[in-house]
Nanobody, 123 residues
Framework: QVQLVESGGGLVQAGGSLRLSCAAS????????MGWFRQAPGKEREFVAF????????YYGDSVKGRFTISRDNAKNTVYLQMNSLKPEDTAIYYC????????????????WGQGTQVTVSS
């Protein structure tokens, strides 16, 4: 059974940093395209970041560009999201996802999802 497990969320002050991890188990994800999304209360799930396995290209949502970095460690079957210069509006549940079947910024096409990790940024 495939599982994605996020960790690293928590409470941080504005301007601080957090690193989220997404550990995959059940199969090797070294050749899987991986994404991060977030969802704040009352809002739709929002694209945050994406990394393509074939050429390691990366893409970011406009609201996080220049502050967040997606990376992966294939040996550990883990994808990371380094979040710097955090703002209160970054507060949300953050999800990792694998294997989009459509466009990478559309959450509906992803085949696998983690359970999410809460990030709260205080002002």
């Amino acid at each position: 059974q495939v599982q994605l497990v996020e960790s690293g969320g928590g409470l941080v002050q504005a301007g601080g940093s957090l690193r989220l991890s997404c550990a995959a188990s059940g199969r090797t994800f070294s050749s899987a395209d991986m994404g991060w999304f977030r969802q704040a209360p009352g809002k739709e799930r929002e694209f945050v970041a994406f990394k393509r396995w074939s050429d390691s290209s990366t893409y970011y949502g406009d609201s996080v560009k220049g502050r967040f970095t997606i990376s992966r460690d294939n040996a550990k079957n883990t994808v990371y999201l380094q979040m710097n210069s955090l703002k209160p509006e970054d507060t949300a549940i953050y999800y990792c996802a694998a294997e989009p079947r459509g466009t990478f910024f559309n959450p509906e096409g992803y085949r696998y999802w983690g359970q999410g990790t809460q990030v709260t940024v205080s002002s």
